[in-house]
């Protein structure tokens, strides 16, 4: 874990507009910063920074957050994983914490691992280009695929002489240990000596989703049957097979742009593919994909196209992980290619644009390619048909989530008609099998432990939630919203000589009843909480930038944009005055310079400036809080009313009625008129 004092130093010195202005290109709009927004595509300009909320805010596609979640989300970093980065920009040195040595030694083995990886990519990449050797074979070689310059640079390619031992007395030279020499795959000890494991190779550098090269692909050159084609990394600290895809840090944006993840099989195919224009692309590395490849797909997109060869091997490699995939929610087609080709050479004899309108017309839905390719397997063999039946079944079984139970019912009744059985007895046996699924987890896990893991995966879908799902979330609870907001706003400001605006609202709401959204209820502890335990450190930063990504998010959502300009101020004002089109936390001095003269005046008709009401917004916030709390008690009371009662028990009743009409009417004369949902 990072330690709290690097976070602190971290938060300290980040400048929203230098972050983001590391990605967008920014203009200066009155107070804000206004770019073409990076996560999907705009010709006007729709991405706007405030550097007083130290917030963004795409108008466009609605995305929003702070420095740290636009890191994550543009590079789809974790928290740890911005921060890190965040640390190296401004640098500050890293303080770890560890709960054993275990890890500290497991960590710092990591970390030495990626700069031995560094320092040979870099060596590689100096041989290709910058000796005779590596000039006439390695780079001839790559030159004879087809591959520029700037892609064989952009992907870091290399190349490992021939001699027995230069990468090895040049790491040695530098001091790198023997022992991580050897974990890295890049030295081997053979008869009792250290030598380079791919000399003579030409190298393709494995990298991480942060750009870190976790290992190495080393293709042979010359005819040898005894050696492999290809030499890989073996498995280490950072180098989990099951868990890379590579491309994917070139990929990534590209994927996030065009919602869609093209999977080949080899690296010439991802890196002509980039070549052609087509950047959205990784390969497996013709190994099963595994659910962390997915997952790692899934942090992009929900759409997965596999593009193989079209020969038998090509369409079985296709068909691995096929399971797991729907298990995941991907929405996956399937392209093969034709005419012997692989991606990489039928793209170079099409062409960009003609490669990219053939997958677009190829693309097959995988289940039923499936299921077609079983029934000509299977012929008129009327045993082989019913083991496809039940194939296809546990196959529609994996689209497991709640979210795709249309889609799931959707398959079942296209591949009953091509199965020519009838739907009923389908959807019967996919339940079946779904039936068998969960008794079979429930037997490995323990009843409380499979409670457990059940909590944390809804809670971790949850976490990444934007505006609209907040609208949907809280279309019932404006008024805890608003709450919510006056506190991260005001908190901390002065209500009189004795308290602040937080201890007001606080002791108006002792009745815990008054809030309902459970998120809501967390933001109001933890303000609570760090009010009592550093109240220095309170501010609408604290929750903006909070650890907890849920606080976060919902800090951010809250704190989003208090104007929002209708039809009518848009053609009245907009187009004459030339105003960014949302204002997006502008002070109120600022956001009247920005108005020409000639409106100024027509403009205060529509705006009223007060010195200060935030005692009176606050105020106005609980009242509203409260009516919201006596309307329901009085609908509760008037449907308690209309059950038969005692003569006492309904007098108390029509008592309580009264009561609490009087209330609503204290309330509503406070308010003035008053509408709740």
């Known amino acids: 874990?990072?330690?709290?004092?690097?976070?602190?130093?971290?938060?300290?010195?980040?400048?929203?507009?230098?972050?983001?202005?590391?990605?967008?290109?920014?203009?200066?709009?009155?107070?804000?910063?206004?770019?073409?927004?990076?996560?999907?595509?705009?010709?006007?300009?729709?991405?706007?920074?405030?550097?007083?909320?130290?917030?963004?805010?795409?108008?466009?596609?609605?995305?929003?957050?702070?420095?740290?979640?636009?890191?994550?989300?543009?590079?789809?970093?974790?928290?740890?994983?911005?921060?890190?980065?965040?640390?190296?920009?401004?640098?500050?040195?890293?303080?770890?914490?560890?709960?054993?040595?275990?890890?500290?030694?497991?960590?710092?083995?990591?970390?030495?691992?990626?700069?031995?990886?560094?320092?040979?990519?870099?060596?590689?990449?100096?041989?290709?280009?910058?000796?005779?050797?590596?000039?006439?074979?390695?780079?001839?070689?790559?030159?004879?695929?087809?591959?520029?310059?700037?892609?064989?640079?952009?992907?870091?390619?290399?190349?490992?002489?021939?001699?027995?031992?230069?990468?090895?007395?040049?790491?040695?030279?530098?001091?790198?240990?023997?022992?991580?020499?050897?974990?890295?795959?890049?030295?081997?000890?053979?008869?009792?000596?250290?030598?380079?494991?791919?000399?003579?190779?030409?190298?393709?550098?494995?990298?991480?989703?942060?750009?870190?090269?976790?290992?190495?692909?080393?293709?042979?050159?010359?005819?040898?049957?005894?050696?492999?084609?290809?030499?890989?990394?073996?498995?280490?600290?950072?180098?989990?097979?099951?868990?890379?895809l590579y491309g994917s840090y070139f990929a990534r944006q590209a994927i996030d742009k065009a919602d869609e993840c093209l999977l080949v099989e080899g690296y010439t195919d991802v890196l002509s593919l980039h070549q052609a224009g087509i950047e959205n692309v990784v390969a497996s590395g013709g190994t099963s994909l595994t659910p962390d490849q997915l997952r790692l797909i899934k942090k992009y997109t929900n759409n997965l196209t596999i593009i193989y060869d079209g020969d038998a091997a090509g369409v079985k490699a296709a068909m691995r992980g096929l399971d797991l995939a729907l298990e995941e929610g991907l929405n996956v087609k399937l392209v093969l290619i034709p005419d012997n080709d692989d991606p990489d050479s039928y793209v170079n004899k099409l062409g960009a644009g003609a490669f990219t309108q053939f997958v677009q017309k190829n693309k097959k839905d995988v289940i039923l390619f499936q299921l077609e390719v079983a029934l000509k397997d299977a012929g008129n063999d009327s045993v082989k048909k019913s083991e496809v039946v039940n194939r296809i079944a546990e196959t529609i079984s994996r689209i497991n989530k709640v979210e795709d139970f249309t889609k799931q019912q959707d398959y079942i009744k296209q591949c009953a008609e091509i199965l020519k059985i009838e739907e009923s007895g389908l959807h019967a046996l996919v339940n079946k099998f779904i039936r068998d699924k969960i008794s079979t987890l429930e037997k490995k896990l323990p009843f409380e432990e499979a409670k457990t893991h059940e909590e944390n995966i809804r809670q971790a879908e949850a976490t990444d939630y934007d505006d609209a799902t907040f609208n949907l979330l809280f279309?019932?609870?404006?008024?805890?919203?608003?709450?919510?907001?006056?506190?991260?706003?005001?908190?901390?400001?002065?209500?009189?000589?004795?308290?602040?605006?937080?201890?007001?609202?606080?002791?108006?709401?002792?009745?815990?009843?008054?809030?309902?959204?459970?998120?809501?209820?967390?933001?109001?502890?933890?303000?609570?909480?760090?009010?009592?335990?550093?109240?220095?450190?309170?501010?609408?930063?604290?929750?903006?930038?909070?650890?907890?990504?849920?606080?976060?998010?919902?800090?951010v959502s809250l704190l989003n944009f208090p104007y929002e300009e209708s039809d009518h101020w848009r053609q009245e004002f907009s187009q004459s005055t030339g105003f960014q089109q949302n204002l997006f936390e502008q002070s109120y001095e600022d956001f009247i310079r920005t108005i020409s003269p000639g409106n100024k005046e027509e403009l205060m008709g529509y705006l009223k400036m007060d010195e200060d009401r935030t005692n009176e917004e606050v105020e106005s916030a609980i009242n509203y809080l409260k009516l919201r709390k006596i309307k329901r008690m009085l609908l509760e009371n008037q449907l308690d009313l209309e059950k038969e009662h005692s003569p006492e028990e309904f007098a108390i009743l029509h008592q309580t009625h009264e009561h609490l009409k009087k209330m609503e009417m204290e309330l509503t004369k406070k308010l003035g008129t008053v509408i709740i949902r």
């Open 1 to 244: 874990m990072i330690s709290q004092n690097t976070i602190q130093q971290i938060l300290g010195r980040l400048d929203i507009i230098d972050v983001v202005g590391n990605f967008v290109k920014l203009k200066r709009r009155g107070s804000n910063y206004l770019g073409l927004c990076p996560f999907h595509n705009e010709k006007t300009p729709s991405f706007t920074v405030s550097p007083s909320k130290e917030l963004y805010k795409c108008f466009g596609c609605g995305r929003s957050g702070n420095a740290i979640s636009f890191v994550m989300e543009h590079e789809k970093y974790s928290y740890v994983e911005a921060l890190k980065w965040l640390a190296n920009r401004y640098g500050i040195e890293i303080e770890e914490t560890f709960q054993t040595d275990e890890q500290r030694q497991t960590q710092l083995a990591a970390d030495s691992l990626y700069i031995i990886n560094q320092f040979a990519q870099q060596f590689f990449t100096q041989q290709l280009f910058e000796t005779e050797e590596g000039r006439d074979i390695g780079l001839a070689y790559f030159k004879e695929r087809g591959f520029r310059e700037d892609i064989i640079k952009k992907f870091q390619l290399g190349y490992s002489p021939e001699q027995r031992d230069a990468f090895t007395r040049e790491a040695l030279d530098k001091q790198y240990n023997t022992e991580l020499l050897l974990k890295t795959g890049l030295v081997a000890l053979r008869n009792e000596q250290l030598t380079d494991n791919y000399r003579g190779r030409v190298i393709f550098p494995v990298h991480n989703h942060s750009g870190k090269v976790l290992g190495f692909g080393a293709r042979i050159l010359k005819n040898n049957d005894k050696a492999p084609k290809y030499i890989n990394t073996p498995e280490n600290e950072i180098y989990i097979k099951s868990k890379i």
């Open 475 to 555: 279309k019932d609870e404006l008024q805890e919203r608003e709450v919510a907001r006056i506190l991260l706003e005001y908190g901390i400001r002065k209500w009189d000589d004795q308290k602040l605006v937080a201890d007001y609202l606080f002791e108006e709401m002792v009745d815990e009843s008054l809030i309902d959204n459970a998120d809501i209820i967390r933001l109001l502890a933890a303000f609570k909480e760090a009010l009592q335990s550093n109240p220095e450190s309170v501010n609408r930063n604290f929750f903006i930038y909070h650890p907890d990504t849920k606080l976060s998010t919902l800090a």
